[in-house]
Nanobody, 118 residues
Framework: QVQLVESGGGLVQAGGSLRLSCAASGRIFSITNMGWYRQAPGKQRELVASITSGGSTNYADSVKGRFTISRDNAKKMVSLQMNSLKPEDTAVYYC????????????WGQGTQVTVSS
């Protein structure tokens, strides 16, 4: 049973920083793409950032220059460093990993709340 566990959310003032982490556990042979998504109240879930197994990254325009995604393959972990946070970054953040366990599938974390106060 593959499981993703997220950590690092919380409340921060505008201009502050937070770091999110997401670790996979269970029967895992390999992991390809990893990503972070977010969903604000009343809005659709959107891609924030992604990273391939080769280290190529992709960011939403709204977070470019402020957020950095990284991965640690040995720890099966993906992280999101968020700097210069804005109130509009407030959302539930979800990690997603494409994992070869018993079969290829994409898995989601449980979500972690990020709240940025003005």
């Amino acid at each position: 049973q593959v499981q993703l566990v997220e950590s690092g959310g919380g409340l921060v003032q505008a201009g502050g920083s937070l770091r999110l982490s997401c670790a996979a556990s269970g029967r895992i042979f390999s992991i390809t793409n990893m990503g972070w998504y977010r969903q604000a109240p009343g809005k659709q879930r959107e891609l924030v950032a992604s990273i391939t197994s080769g280290g190529s990254t992709n960011y939403a325009d709204s977070v470019k220059g402020r957020f950095t995604i990284s991965r640690d393959n040995a720890k099966k972990m993906v992280s999101l460093q968020m700097n210069s946070l804005k109130p509009e970054d407030t959302a539930v953040y979800y990690c997603r990993q494409w994992i070869d366990g018993a079969a290829w599938n994409d898995y989601w974390g449980q979500g972690t709340q990020v709240t940025v106060s003005s």
